[in-house]
Structures are given as structure tokens and as C-alpha cells.
């Protein structure tokens, strides 16, 4: 419905702007914020191997919490809402001045909670994006067969021509990026092993879709789910220790941070306007039905 498309897109931008506030406070507020007496004040208390509140990890891993909370109250608000005529459905898709001051009371209110919150909030959030990658998978999953079948649908040799140049390139990409990660990162046999391990489950991937008894098998899903697969690798080992990390700084390069913000805008975009329809990301089958 057209109440709740608006409603997915009122939520991706409170997620956006979350996640510019954080990249903002991350990397450039800090000489703003060491100047507001307060704000110095009120980070003493931080342990001093990390950033104070109110800039750097500190300032991502609160807005992240109270970002979190936000849209696990929602989820608790909605839990069991499975068609448009529940009346708990307007608490998803109504009351967006109630709902964008509560988000942004939570947003300035997580910042003076104390740090052993935080810190408690971060090994949370370590199980947390585990399972979004998982998730991504399943979007990357989702957006390769819509893909492959609308190209395969035109029924033209120019288009299967245009679908095998991609997994090409795809497959070049990882072979690059194996590369890179043997040349920079085999200071440590832990780099040399999950490396190793990406290219063979690379290879049992693309075995496996093109195999004869692979229901709707096909190459581009295994091309786009490598070399997604090989990245992870790849930015997991910039962030290293300069003892197994032979690109020091490239954890916190611009290019390596925008690409990470880019694919998890494009995975949460993606989905919030696909969950209704998609196969792989939902089982609803009814016009009914709350999305």
C-alpha cells in the first residue's frame, strides 16, 4: 500500500541518517567536540584507550543503541501483525512525530549512558552483525536471481553475452582481491588460512550452482555471493594489527569506509522495498498482508 512504501521510506532515512551522523562523529568531530567544555566533561569517565562519548567508536556505538532500540520497540509494538486491517498496523505506519522524537530523544539520550552500557551494547553487537551478514547474503541472494532471470527473460544472445561478461568480472574481482589479501596479509598464518578457506568455499559455491541437480542453479548468484564473500575477507584483515596488516590505514581510508556504508545502504534500501514481494526475503502471498 501506498501508507506503508512511505512508511519503508521514512524508516531507511531515519536509518541513513543515523548512519551519516555516526560517519560524521566518527571522523570529523572530534576538534568541534575537545572545544564544548561539557562534552570533555562529561567524557572523563571513558576509558582512555578509547574515544571520548561524544566523538569517535564511542559516538557510533551509541547512536547504533539507540538506533537498535528504537526499531526493536517497534518490532515489539507490531509483534504478530499480519494483516493491513490490525489496528496495531498505524503503529508502523502512523504517528511519525511521536516516532521521529522519540528516535531522536534516544539518539541524544544514549550519550549519557555510562560506558559499561556501551561496552555491554558492543559484544551484542557483535552477534548482531553476524547475522546481518548473513542477512546481506540472502539480499545479495535475492537481487542476483531477479537479475539473472529479467536478462535471461529478453531471451537474446546480446544479453547472455552481457550476463557471462559480469560473472567475469565478478570472478576477476576475486582473484584480485585473493591476491591482494595473500600479497598484503600472509604475515599471519590466520590471514594465509581464511583466505584459503574464502577461495575453496568460492570454488564449492560455483560447483554447486552450476551442478545438473541444482534447482535454478546459475552462475551469476555464485559470481556476485564470491566476490562479496572475498571482500568481507579482504576489509575483516585491514583492520588488523600492523603485525599481520601489510596496508596500514586501510581500515580507516575512505574508500574502503564508503564502500561499506554504500553496500549496507543499497542491502537495507533493498530490502525494505522488497521484503513484501521477494521469495527469498519474505513468504507473504496476500494483498492483506501487513508489509
Same mark, same amino acid.
Given at each position: 500500500?501506498?501508507?506503508?512504501?512511505?512508511?519503508?521510506?521514512?524508516?531507511?532515512?531515519?536509518?541513513?541518517?543515523?548512519?551519516?551522523?555516526?560517519?560524521?562523529?566518527?571522523?570529523?568531530?572530534?576538534?568541534?567536540?575537545?572545544?564544548?567544555?561539557?562534552?570533555?566533561? %562529561?567524557?572523563?569517565?571513558?576509558?582512555?584507550?578509547?574515544?571520548?562519548?561524544?566523538?569517535?567508536?564511542?559516538?557510533?556505538?551509541?547512536?547504533?543503541?539507540?538506533?537498535?532500540?528504537?526499531?526493536?520497540?517497534?518490532?515489539?509494538?507490531?509483534?504478530?501483525?499480519?494483516?493491513?486491517?490490525?489496528?496495531?498496523?498505524?503503529?508502523?505506519?502512523?504517528?511519525?512525530?511521536?516516532?521521529?522524537?522519540?528516535?531522536?530523544?534516544?539518539?541524544?539520550?544514549?550519550?549519557?549512558?555510562?560506558?559499561?552500557?556501551?561496552?555491554?551494547?558492543?559484544?551484542?553487537?557483535?552477534?548482531?552483525?553476524?547475522?546481518?551478514?548473513?542477512?546481506?547474503?540472502?539480499?545479495?541472494?535475492?537481487?542476483?536471481?531477479?537479475?539473472?532471470?529479467?536478462?535471461?527473460?529478453?531471451?537474446?544472445?546480446?544479453?547472455?553475452?552481457?550476463?557471462?561478461?559480469?560473472?567475469?568480472?565478478?570472478?576477476?574481482?576475486?582473484?584480485?582481491?585473493?591476491?591482494?589479501?595473500?600479497?598484503?596479509?600472509?604475515?599471519?598464518?590466520?590471514?594465509?588460512?581464511?583466505?584459503?578457506?574464502?577461495?575453496?568455499?568460492?570454488?564449492?559455491?560455483?560447483?554447486?550452482?552450476? %551442478?545438473?541437480?541444482? %534447482?535454478?542453479?546459475?552462475?551469476?548468484?555464485?559470481?556476485?555471493?564470491?566476490?562479496?564473500?572475498?571482500?568481507?575477507?579482504?576489509?575483516?584483515?585491514?583492520?588488523?594489527?600492523?603485525?599481520?596488516?601489510?596496508?596500514?590505514?586501510?581500515?580507516?581510508?575512505?574508500?574502503?569506509?564508503?564502500?561499506?556504508?554504500?553496500?549496507?545502504?543499497?542491502?537495507?534500501?533493498?530490502?525494505?522495498?522488497?521484503?513484501?514481494?521477494?521469495?527469498?526475503?519474505?513468504?507473504?502471498?496476500?494483498?492483506?498482508?501487513?508489509?
Amino acid at each position: 500500500s501506498v501508507g506503508s512504501k512511505a512508511a519503508r521510506a521514512m524508516y531507511v532515512t531515519l536509518f541513513v541518517v543515523s548512519m551519516g551522523s555516526s560517519w560524521v562523529l566518527r571522523d570529523y568531530a572530534q576538534p568541534l567536540v575537545r572545544k564544548l567544555p561539557w562534552a570533555v566533561r %562529561h567524557g572523563e569517565g571513558v576509558d582512555p584507550s578509547e574515544d571520548s562519548a561524544w566523538c569517535g567508536t564511542q559516538a557510533v556505538m551509541r547512536l547504533s543503541a539507540a538506533t537498535s532500540f528504537f526499531f526493536v520497540l517497534l518490532a515489539l509494538a507490531t509483534a504478530n501483525v499480519k494483516t493491513i486491517k490490525d489496528t496495531r498496523n498505524a503503529i508502523h505506519t502512523k504517528g511519525w512525530g511521536l516516532k521521529v522524537f522519540l528516535w531522536l530523544a534516544m539518539s541524544v539520550g544514549a550519550f549519557w549512558l555510562p560506558g559499561s552500557a556501551i561496552k555491554a551494547y558492543g559484544e551484542l553487537a557483535r552477534v548482531g552483525s553476524a547475522v546481518f551478514l548473513l542477512v546481506q547474503v540472502l539480499i545479495l541472494l535475492d537481487f542476483a536471481y531477479e537479475w539473472n532471470e529479467s536478462w535471461v527473460a529478453k531471451d537474446d544472445e546480446r544479453w547472455f553475452a552481457a550476463l557471462f561478461a559480469v560473472c567475469i568480472a565478478c570472478y576477476l574481482g576475486v582473484v584480485s582481491l585473493a591476491g591482494v589479501s595473500f600479497a598484503f596479509f600472509s604475515h599471519c598464518s590466520i590471514n594465509v588460512f581464511f583466505t584459503s578457506l574464502s577461495c575453496l568455499l568460492v570454488l564449492v559455491l560455483t560447483a554447486a550452482s552450476l %551442478h545438473p541437480k541444482s %534447482h535454478n542453479g546459475s552462475l551469476l548468484p555464485a559470481a556476485v555471493v564470491s566476490i562479496y564473500a572475498m571482500y568481507l575477507n579482504f576489509t575483516a584483515m585491514t583492520s588488523e594489527t600492523d603485525e599481520c596488516n601489510g596496508m596500514p590505514g586501510a581500515s580507516t581510508s575512505q574508500g574502503v569506509l564508503g564502500g561499506g556504508l554504500a553496500l549496507t545502504l543499497v542491502s537495507i534500501v533493498y530490502s525494505a522495498f522488497r521484503a513484501g514481494s521477494s521469495q527469498v526475503l519474505s513468504t507473504e502471498g496476500s494483498s492483506d498482508l501487513a508489509v
